[in-house]
């Protein structure tokens, strides 16, 4: 029998391979990651934290004296992304938190991400410096300007190797064009403009233009005592780049097409899961918005985290989704208390992985959970330092309710709602995963890799 799954040879055996990050008693609420992400070739894993920082980990070489290095990631680059604002109009104070980071595809040396926070999206250039030139006419070597009338030959400066370099630089500042919280961003597969959604509107950007946006979106009514839904994620479609999807608060999801109209107000395509009547109860409403939205990497799918479940939906078909998964379904008789302290709130993300076969979502405990939707099997793991061997392998966890628990089992009971699996990422292309849990970061990765 191999972990993972189940029984299949196929399935993939996870391992522990890293952990960043620091074992603290208390954590300062800065630290805690709000946001992970691989870049498009899976060489960087970028994290954003509620202190407005950006990590920026690189996987190593494979060196042949170390092969069990093969993976391991380590700090490229970290810079303050975001600094805490006040808006003066307002009398409201602007968090710095990382709600999204977006990685744009390498066009040539440097590395460009979008990151933002409830109001700003700026776009960071991440490059190395390995030379420094030398050699000035009109400086000396500690960069004092000389006096004109001491310099009486001409110099050729040169390039002189040093120790490298990383820097990232702000190289545009998309500012207020929101009136409320970003939730979310997303580059277009066209990679000339991005998107940018708040609760109420959507609005079109073009990369190399921060003065002014276009609103594809505006669900705000005349009074906004009639508002019902709100905006809580998009994303542009990953090869058509006129179509775009948005989830709302209320369980629906709408595809759009800006080649109808500028304005999409109309949508081309609504999903909706009609309600079983037999379930209705005071928490239908919360539990049944949609924290996620994900395009499979083909395009042909998409999938919706809700507070209990992860939905698969074909495009072709708006009635219904094609899969539903249960990801805690053992939490319906506690969300009286997941209401009362809060909980019910959480904003869970969902990950494909890079055949589209496997996805990923988190859950409290700190454990995680992933749907093989070829077999239909699924495993809950867990993100500890418990278990942080290197190569460690993950056992698979179980939730037990009510009744008797076997050894293994963890009562639902005693699940702690403090520790929660809110940002995950899977590698583009390997069986590698970056799970962050509070202020750490664990990366795991199939034994094979």
Request: negative net charge.
């Given at each position: ?53 950006v990590v920026i980990f690189q996987r190593e ?230 924290s996620d939205v994900k395009f499979s990497h ?25 899969e539903t998964y249960q990801v805690h379904d ?120």
């Amino acid at each position: 029998m191999i972990p993972g799954f189940g029984g299949n040879a196929k399935d993939p055996q996870w391992c522990f391979a890293q952990v960043k990050g620091t074992i603290e008693v208390h954590v300062t609420e800065a630290d805690i990651i709000s946001t992970v992400e691989f870049n498009h070739t899976g060489e960087l894993l970028a994290t954003g934290d509620k202190g407005g920082r950006v990590v920026i980990f690189q996987r190593e070489q494979e060196s042949k004296n170390q092969p069990h290095r093969r993976g391991e990631y380590n700090v490229y680059s970290t810079f303050q992304s975001h600094e805490p604002e006040f808006d003066y109009l307002k009398s409201l104070e602007i968090e710095e938190k990382i709600n999204k980071i977006r990685w744009l595809p390498q066009q040539n040396a440097a590395y460009f991400l979008l990151s933002t926070n409830d109001k700003t999206v700026k776009l960071w250039k991440i490059s190395e410096r390995d030379k420094r030139p030398e050699g000035y006419n009109l400086k000396d070597d500690d960069g004092r300007i000389r006096d004109p009338s001491t310099i009486t030959t001409l110099r050729v400066p040169v390039l002189q190797p040093m120790d490298l370099m990383v820097e990232a630089t702000p190289r545009r500042v998309f500012a207020n064009a929101h009136t409320y919280h970003i939730n979310s961003i997303s580059v277009n597969s066209d990679y000339a403009t991005y998107m940018s959604a708040d609760d109420l509107r959507i609005n079109l950007w073009n990369l190399e233009i921060t003065n002014r946006s276009f609103n594809i979106v505006d669900i705000k009514p005349a009074n906004m005592e009639e508002l019902t839904e709100v905006i809580t994620a998009a994303e542009f479609h990953p090869n058509q780049c006129n179509t775009f999807v948005y989830s709302s608060s209320k369980g629906t999801i709408r595809l759009c097409d800006m080649r109808a109209m500028a304005l999409c107000d109309k949508h081309a395509k609504f999903f909706e899961e009609p309600e079983d009547p037999s379930n209705r109860s005071f928490f239908s409403e919360i539990i049944s918005s949609i924290s996620d939205v994900k395009f499979s990497h083909s395009g042909r799918y998409m999938m919706t985290r809700d507070y209990l479940t992860v939905k698969v939906w074909d495009l072709n078909m708006e009635n219904r989704p094609i899969e539903t998964y249960q990801v805690h379904d053992y939490l319906r008789s506690k969300l009286c208390s997941l209401y009362e302290n809060d909980c019910i709130f959480d904003k869970f993300e969902c990950v494909w992985n890079g055949s589209d076969s496997v996805i990923m979502t988190g859950s409290y405990n700190n454990f995680f959970r992933m749907f093989d939707r070829n077999t239909k099997r699924d495993v809950t793991l867990e993100a500890s330092r418990e278990n942080s061997k290197p190569r460690a392998i993950l056992k698979p966890r179980k939730v037990c309710v009510g009744g008797k628990r076997r050894k293994d089992e963890i009562s639902v009971d005693s699940l702690d709602f403090s520790k929660k699996i809110l940002h995950t990422a899977w590698h583009p292309s390997e069986n590698i995963i970056a799970v962050a849990a509070t202020n750490n970061l664990y990366i795991f990765q199939d034994k094979v890799n």
